[in-house]
């Protein structure tokens, strides 16, 4: 046997002790973890393809939950030049319904709709994003119905004027009880 005959030194230079590797090294160099062989590279753009899918989930998730989110509050508002005959008149803005698309956003302008007309303002002001595909148009025309008089201005999705692919523009020129302003 090659231990007994020789002195320590000597079995040291026939047999030199393998050098300690990181754990990096463990990891990546000598087999990967659970005895597969994983590159660092490999093991990078796995854990960035995650990441970006997760991310990209976030943000559909956000976007979904978001286009059902509805503030509706009620704010005093004082003006100091006000003329007297104007005093005490109410004021309901809505914005951005994106009517057309699949969304919960539907229901949130259906909610907000129905809002504004329990409290029966003496001025409904709509501003821009109304609908963002020809299909909204149906709805949009029924919710402005339980509105009354109102004044709408067009926004860049009415005329499809977006980096939207998929927006379609669409013709809104008569609305029911609607004015528009240009």
């Not at 079995?11 to 990967?32: D, K, T, V």
Request: charged share 25%; glycine share 10%; with cysteine.
């Amino acid at each position: 046997s090659p231990w007994s005959t020789s002195s320590r030194s000597e079995r040291a230079a026939r047999f030199p002790r393998p050098r300690r590797l990181c754990l990096w090294e463990r990891r990546f160099r000598r087999g990967g973890i659970g005895g597969r062989r994983a590159g660092f590279p490999a093991r990078v753009k796995g854990l960035l393809a995650g990441g970006l899918a997760a991310t990209a989930g976030a943000g559909l998730a956000y976007g979904w939950f978001e286009a059902g989110w509805l503030r509706t509050r009620i704010l005093p508002l004082r003006l100091e030049r006000l003329p007297p005959e104007l005093e005490g008149l109410r004021v309901a803005h809505l914005s951005d319904f994106h009517l057309g698309l699949p969304s919960r956003g539907r229901v949130a302008t259906e909610r907000a709709v129905d809002w504004v007309a329990e409290r029966r303002p003496d001025l409904v002001c709509l501003t821009g994003d109304l609908v963002s595909r020809r299909s909204g148009e149906a709805l949009l025309r029924e919710l402005l119905g339980r509105l009354g008089p109102s004044f709408a201005v067009l926004g860049n999705h009415d005329y499809a004027l977006s980096r939207d692919p998929f927006s379609q523009p669409v013709d809104l020129a008569s609305l029911p009880d609607t004015r528009l302003l240009l």
